[in-house]
């Protein structure tokens, strides 16, 4: 099923990639593709909550870093961060129609 995905480093999640219109899908494909979708969908909250304890991390450097320059490093990270969990938030609640509609970039 990897020719129907491809992987988002950012997202550190694979994505749908479909090369042609969901119904020029034979159902058996279809169906295949539903299937690895959701697999990859029940890891997403799990996805999240690795990034969260990231940003918890970088809150509590944050809270003891003196150096300017630095604190806008990690808050730079941190906002980062919050717009990767956005984005996979996106992703979960697109559910099936993530496969009819790819997200635009």
């Given at each position: 099923?990897?020719?129907?995905?491809?992987?988002?480093?950012?997202?550190?999640?694979p994505v749908p990639d479909l090369t042609k219109d969901w119904q020029d899908y034979s159902v058996e494909t279809q169906e295949k593709i539903l299937f690895s979708w959701e697999q990859i969908r029940g890891a997403i909250p799990d996805r999240i909550i690795e990034l969260e304890t990231l940003?918890?991390?970088?809150?509590?450097?944050l809270s003891n870093e003196s150096s300017f320059s630095r604190s806008c490093e990690l808050n730079t990270e941190i906002a980062e961060l919050a717009s990767i969990i956005n984005d996979l938030w996106l992703w979960y609640r697109a559910g099936d129609n993530a496969?009819?509609?790819k997200p635009q970039d």
């Open positions: 099923m990897e020719q129907f995905f491809s992987y988002d480093s950012r997202l550190g999640i940003i918890n991390e970088r809150q509590g450097d496969l009819d509609e």
